[in-house]
């Protein structure tokens, strides 16, 4: 995400999303599982109003499965359609296929019922930029037989992907901008890797993620950094983990910013484990 948001840039954007809109029948708001609240564009509800819309928690062969189980049944409590998968893997896929077939399959009967001639129920992907759009369309292109090309007149230069006989896919992507006027949101997506380090320095980042670990991560934390003691200041427990791993510079001061690096590497990949930064 090292694209800087313009209001001209945003306005395009959203311009781009209206337009598709027309085109599709669903839309699939991709969010990452670790933070489905910081992942979102609050303006998104504005720009697809009552389009049929499902919810993708991407990514989470990283997040929480306790706190994934309590998303899930956020959102079915609110009746909205959502699935968690891992995209690279392509675990979860198969579900999305089915759901969306499932959303439709009312206007697909009462299309039949006038006799109506049928159409593939087509979807538009959406989400904010890193949270693994393009890596979901190449799985799920990779998996279905082919791209459907242009066809003039009614979607010029538009290419579909035909994901079996009922469902086409738009191939590219609706990119949504961040919003962090919350500075915690900001530091969520700097943590996860999603938004270049402008917001905070390496060691402001590191510190502030192991205050976290600190308290919602314990066993996590004493787990992968052999650390005895959670019950002291950050900074220590942060003294411990340079020394362990033998960050130390020249006349034995910590390198603070080779373990701040560490830390944040380590937690983007999920070598820490699976951890959750926003619950419902
Ligand atoms: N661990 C994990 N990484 C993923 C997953 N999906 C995408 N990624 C990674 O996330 C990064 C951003 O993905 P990309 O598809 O470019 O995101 P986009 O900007 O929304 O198109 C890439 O490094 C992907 O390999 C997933 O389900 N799990
Ligand atoms: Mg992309």
């Not at 781009?16 to 669903?26: A, P, Q, R």
């Not at 427990?237 to 701040?260: A, H, Q």
């Amino acid at each position: 995400m090292d694209i800087q948001w313009y209001p001209g840039h945003m306005a395009k954007a959203k311009r781009l999303i209206m337009e598709n809109l027309k085109l599709v029948d669903i839309v699939i708001e991709i969010l990452d599982a670790r933070v489905p609240i910081s992942s979102r564009n609050p303006d998104v509800d504005n720009i697809i109003g009552n389009k049929p819309r499902l919810i993708v928690l991407n990514k989470f062969d990283l997040s929480d499965p306790t706190i994934n189980k309590e998303w899930e049944d956020y959102y079915n409590k609110k009746g909205i359609n959502n699935i968690f998968i891992n995209s690279i893997t392509g675990r979860g896929i198969d579900k999305v296929i089915n759901t969306l077939v499932f959303m439709m399959k009312e206007k697909m009967q009462s299309l039949a019922q006038r006799g109506r001639k049928y159409k593939p129920i087509r979807c538009m992907i959406i989400g904010i930029p890193n949270v693994g759009k393009s890596t979901f369309i190449n799985k799920i292109a990779g998996k279905s037989s082919a791209k459907t090309g242009s066809k003039p007149g009614v979607t010029k230069g538009k290419q579909w992907i035909r994901l079996n006989q009922q469902i086409e896919l738009l191939d590219t992507p609706g990119i949504l901008w961040p919003k962090f006027e919350d500075k915690e949101v900001g530091i969520r997506l700097a943590w996860i890797g999603s938004i270049k380090d402008e917001i905070l320095d390496q060691e402001e980042l590191a510190f502030r993620l192991l205050d976290f670990l600190k308290t919602s991560y314990p066993a996590l934390l004493i787990d992968r950094y052999n650390i005895d003691n959670l019950d002291r200041e950050t900074l220590d427990i942060l003294n411990d983990i340079s020394k362990n791993r033998g960050f130390i510079v020249k006349g034995g001061e910590f390198d603070y910013l080779r373990t701040s690096e560490m830390l944040l590497d380590e937690f983007r990949k999920g070598t820490i484990g699976k951890i959750s930064l926003e619950r419902p």
